[in-house]
């Protein structure tokens, strides 16, 4: 159990560094970042081990990932410029 917690941790922080790499300028703070992500794969790690019940051995890590991924997608902000037609505002006669 305590492996599958390291690895957990491990794979949250691995996806962490790779969204603050990949976009860094959607992002809040790293320090928010770097928390949250392993947060989320302990938080998968869990649920998917108790939906699953022991003797899994991949399947938890594929939850970490999964939940890891998820938590972190939730903190990226819309990017800067706006895609799609603009409404012109009505003149007032």
Do not use: C, D, K, N
Request: hydrophobic share 50%; glycine share 12%; aromatic share 8%.
């Amino acid at each position: 159990m305590i492996l599958e917690v390291l690895g957990s941790v491990l794979l949250g922080l691995g996806l962490s560094w790779a969204a603050v790499h990949r976009f860094s300028h959607r992002l809040p703070a790293q320090r928010t970042v770097y928390v949250a992500g392993p947060l989320g794969a302990l938080f998968g790690l869990y649920l998917t081990h108790t939906a699953l019940g022991p003797g899994h051995a991949y399947a938890p890590f594929a939850g970490a990932l999964l939940v890891g991924a998820v938590l972190l997608s939730l903190l990226i902000r819309p990017s800067g410029h706006r895609i799609g037609r603009t409404v012109p505002s009505r003149s007032v006669v």
